[in-house]
């Protein structure tokens, strides 16, 4: 029987609780996790700005995860039907932000939305560095 492979995309820069939650929650859909993580270039044309952590460290970070079996890097947005391919994934998870921008890839894979970890994120941790600084 062959494992089923579940992978998701993420900056995961200063890497937080929403970010471990759901990975764990995608983990448990299938047999493997792989993550594609967003180059530090990617981040900056999403973005406009670069990530806090480099792509190097937020790679190691997200590699160092139990519930994380294999991790890539994001070169670019128009990859992602490839990288699914490449993978051999059996599902897509990304979170609620992203409901429906990835309903395309629903010919290659199953694609699933999932619920954001409520009021926490990478810019509002910034923000509240910015103000007890
Ligand atoms: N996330 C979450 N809860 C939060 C914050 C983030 O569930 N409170 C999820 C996001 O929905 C996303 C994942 O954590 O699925 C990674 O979040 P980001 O690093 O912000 O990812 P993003 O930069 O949106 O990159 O092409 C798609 C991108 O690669 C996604």
């Not at 859909?29 to 460290?57: F, H, M, Q, T």
């Not at 190691?60 to 699914?84: H, N, P, T």
Request: aromatic fraction near 6%; include cysteine.
């Amino acid at each position: 029987m062959s494992l089923r492979t579940v992978l998701t995309f993420g900056t995961f820069d200063v890497l937080h609780i929403g970010h471990v939650n759901i990975l764990e929650r995608a983990r448990a859909l299938g047999d493997r996790l792989v993550v594609g993580v967003s180059s530090d270039a990617l981040n900056l044309v999403k973005k406009g700005r670069l990530p806090i952590y480099s792509e190097a460290d937020r790679l190691s970070m997200i590699a160092a995860l139990r519930c994380v079996d294999e991790v890539f890097v994001e070169a670019s947005l128009q990859l992602k039907g490839d990288y699914l391919r490449r993978h051999g994934a059996a599902m897509l998870v990304m979170g609620d932000d992203w409901a429906g921008r990835f309903d395309d890839f629903s010919s290659i894979c199953e694609v699933v939305y999932l619920p954001r970890t409520p009021s926490i994120s990478t810019s509002e941790i910034i923000e509240v560095i910015r103000r007890v600084l």
